[in-house]
């Protein structure tokens, strides 16, 4: 049975999905600069986007049952999201960059934009997972 658009909600592992776009944008974004910057620049954005998806994906793969468990689980989560901030930073440095030099094409506006979106998008959705784990798990210790 199909729910309408406007009645639908927000899915328990949004997280997960944004994370997976985030990096397939970021491949397809990365793959659009110049050549001569994949290993400047574009090689570590993608490192630092598949670090985000692989650690959201670790957090979810782990069945909570014990304090351990929850400890672990929000371990992946904070690399998660101090990947995310290291991806905010270089993908700024990379704009700087790319802007600053004559010989690139320019980069549309939009393509930065949905790039910044996608991150803080993704931030809002693991500081809000850490916030329900925590309501969640809070009595294991």
């Given at each position: 049975m199909s729910v309408l658009?406007?009645?639908?909600?927000?899915?328990a592992v949004q997280f997960l999905d944004t994370a997976r776009e985030?990096?397939?944008y970021t491949i397809k974004t990365c793959?659009?600069?110049?050549?001569?910057?994949?290993?400047?620049i574009t090689k570590d954005i993608v490192a630092?986007?598949?670090?985000?998806?692989?650690?959201?994906k670790a957090a979810?793969?782990?069945?909570?049952?014990?304090?351990?468990?929850?400890?672990?689980?929000?371990?992946?989560?904070?690399k998660a999201n101090c990947?995310?901030?290291c991806l905010l930073s270089q993908i700024d440095i990379a704009?700087?960059?790319?802007?600053?030099?004559?010989?690139?094409?320019?980069?549309?506006?939009?393509?930065?934009?949905?790039?910044?979106?996608?991150?803080?998008?993704?931030a809002k959705l693991l500081a809000s997972l850490k916030e329900s784990?925590?309501?969640r798990y809070g009595n294991l210790s």
């Open positions: 658009k406007s009645q639908r909600g927000e899915s985030l990096e397939i793959a659009k600069f110049p050549k001569r910057y994949m290993f400047l630092l986007a598949s670090a985000v998806y692989n650690n959201t979810n793969s782990i069945y909570v049952t014990t304090a351990d468990d929850a400890r672990l689980r929000r371990e992946y989560i904070t990947n995310l901030q704009h700087e960059f790319v802007k600053s030099t004559d010989a690139n094409k320019p980069i549309k506006s939009t393509v930065w934009e949905q790039w910044a979106t996608l991150i803080t998008t993704e784990d925590k309501k």
